[in-house]
């Protein structure tokens, strides 16, 4: 009988300390919720952040620079051959100019043709000044007046002669520029003026430049 009862006892005391475990068991606080949702993906994320838009723009619009200031002939171009009409062994007769992209507070001009190559330095073959402003071309053939129609004057060259002398050298090959000047006044200046007197009186009144170069052999053209 004692062995029984110490064996019940023993019974009641594990099912004592069952109901004791489970009971510990059911009075701990419930864990929190776990959320529902699921965790966001990075590469998702990055693919639903909006964009920004970038609105296109407008070419910038060109820059509007001034025409090239350029003095051409009819006769010829820029290192090429003057015909002989208009050298000293022919006709001997100025040859046809003319000009654009001069500035527009232009108020006259300067031509003066020269050769570098001549064997006692530069010599001056023509010299014409106070060119009207307006003025876009000089015609073929300019009499050798102090003072043209058109109010343009003509000063004198290397052979003390006033207006044009055609190229004239004596051998070789020779290079003669015509230099034309847009100044902002003209000049008071007469037919005695030489190259000098011009570029002299035109200091400080030029407001561009340009020239064109031909070429001329003793043996013509």
């Known amino acids: 009988m004692w062995i029984k009862r110490n ?12 109901i004791v475990i489970i009971s510990g068991c059911q009075s701990e606080p419930a864990s929190k919720p776990v959320d529902s949702e699921p965790p966001t993906n990075p590469l998702e994320a990055t693919k639903e952040v909006e964009q920004p838009v970038i609105e296109p723009t407008e070419s910038p619009e060109p820059i509007q620079t001034e025409e090239e200031f350029i003095l051409t002939s009819d006769v010829f171009l820029e290192g090429e051959p003057i015909p002989s009409k208009y050298a000293c062994d022919e006709d001997d007769i100025s040859p046809p100019l003319a000009w654009s992209g001069a500035p527009n507070d232009t108020n006259a001009y300067v031509l003066i043709m020269d050769d570098p190559d001549a064997p006692v330095g530069m ?15 000089i015609d073929v053939g300019l009499p050798a ?3 043209l129609p058109d109010g343009s004057q003509q000063g004198t ?3 003390g002669r006033v207006g044009y002398g055609g190229p004239c050298p004596p051998s070789g090959v020779h290079r003669y520029f015509f ?10 200046l007469d037919e005695s003026a030489t190259k000098d007197d011009v570029l002299a009186a035109m200091e400080g009144h ?5 020239e064109l170069m031909g ?4 043996s013509g053209g």
Request: proline share 4%; aromatic share 12%.
């Open 179 to 188: 230099k034309l000047y847009a100044l902002d006044a003209p000049l008071a």
């Open 7 to 18: 064996q019940v006892l023993m019974n009641l005391g594990s099912l004592l300390l069952i």
């Open 206 to 210: 030029i407001l561009l430049e340009t």
């Open 145 to 147: 007046d102090a003072k």
């Open 123 to 137: 010599w001056v073959h023509w010299v014409l000044f106070n060119i009207p402003g307006n003025a876009t071309v």
């Open 157 to 159: 060259n290397s052979w």
């Open 215 to 218: 070429t001329y052999s003793a």
